[in-house]
């Protein structure tokens, strides 16, 4: 059945959980040498048909068939068994272990005697291969996001899949990363390959699509051929109304330093310079952008001014207070509010209740807390805020946040960061796997708080949102800046040097 895949069936597939249907009646066709996508806001049910595909979820009603044979699906391993992998929007990956050792687990086929050596060379053929180069030495913890992404790509080629899902496969990558990520799915497919491809930039549908299904409130809406819609269509069919994506920035008034670097260097964890003296600042009132490709230091930099690395030299003042050693709660306490690249790690505590990480930095605070006793009443009432004004999809604030959609949980920490009034927001990948509608709605806000008087330093990987909404924009290249510009001003040409590492004149 694995060597001879051409389609894979969902018929009538029905899931609920409690108070939420989250997959209704669905009937898709998958077919090799296909790249399908899957639209739909988040909360629509897309991931959690994929869970169902790939055996984390038993669908309640309905039949998995390939090549219109009904199969059973009830794990990883029955979905591998027949061909099917899955990178996932949020990496499966041991953190501790190296590239090798994710690879290795669970691999039928590995060598009983020094397993890891002899599979580097495998590694890196299939990293030649399809263009995603990674040291297989290097620990998880060390690698990017985009890095760990190839490695769950990787780890899903080498188990010789028939069809792969890529759950938002792009999110966390730079358009040149995406650009080589469409030629190695283009291979895959020419190869026989069949692709289904999940994402909110419809940009990346009409250029890597065959067939596009969008899915609104657990229910597919419709399905069509790139050639025959437009990306109005889709938005519409997507969220049920017009999606206007122009965005009008007030006149930037010249105001006060928010934000001071002077010659910061900072160390990654491989004990070498990512940040490499580098100097700039923020004045009130004013977004600046960091662009650049993953891996030239943009982590280190968000990661030393809200506390969370120390610098090795150099001087970092938050409205003229001396931050350069401060701890992240002390560097809060400035009113400073912080959306981390990764979500799951440092944006919330996926175990605990919704309720509980929307006062993660405010547990103590007077309005939650007195004489040590939490005020359970406000807490309440604050996170029914937090979900009401962002329209997160949850069916109750006492459940995990880790069962919200990515999505979800990316607005619920873009909704608890702006709760607490922010002077100076440190947002990196703020819109990372949102929909359409809750991208516009952050970009939106965004300009508000700036009106406002809020200053952000936004570092994104997505050129769009950097050049639409910031003022000034820094490109960074391996730890220094290679140059700083006004949106408008320069050519995409010009934009696409610096990242390389053509600096500025």
Known sequence: MKENFQTLSLKNICKNFPGVCANSDITIDFKASEVHALLGENGAGKTTLMNIIYGIYNQDKGDILINNKKINIRSPKDAISSGIGMVHQHFMLV????????????????????????FKNKIKEYSD????????????????????????ILKALIRNIKLLIL??????????????????????????????????????????????????NGKVVGSVVPGDTSKNELARMMVGREIVSTYEKKQKKEGKVALSV????????????????????????????????????????????TGLRKPCKGKIEIFNHDISHKNAKEIFRLKVGHIPEERLVFGCVPNLSIMENSILKEYDSPSFCKNMILNFEKIQNHTRKLIEDFSITTVSINNPIKLLSGGNIQKFICAREFSSKPELLIAAHPTYGLDIAATDYIRRLFLKKRDEGCSILLVSEDLEEILTISDRVLVMFNGTISGIFIPGEISMEKIGLMMAGSTSS
């Open 95 to 118: 953190q501790n272990h190296t590239v090798c050792e994710n690879i290795l687990l669970g691999y039928k086929q590995a060598p009983f005697f020094y397993p890891q050596k002899k």
């Open 129 to 152: 291969k399809f263009n995603l180069h990674i040291n297989p030495d290097a620990k998880i913890w060390e690698l990017s996001a985009g890095e760990q992404q190839r490695v769950e």
């Open 167 to 216: 759950d938002e496969p792009t999110s966390v990558l730079t358009p040149n990363e995406t650009s080589d990520l469409f030629k190695t799915i283009k291979n895959l497919v020419q190869s026989g390959l069949g692709v289904i491809f999940i994402s909110h930039k419809l940009d990346e549908v009409f250029a890597i699509s065959d067939q596009i299904t969008v899915l609104r």
């Open 262 to 305: 002077d010659d910061l260097w900072v160390k990654s964890d491989r004990d070498t310079f990512a940040v490499k003296g580098i100097s700039f600042k923020i004045n009130r009132g004013e977004i600046l952008g960091i662009a650049g490709v993953s891996g030239n230091g943009q982590r280190q930099l968000v990661e030393v001014i």
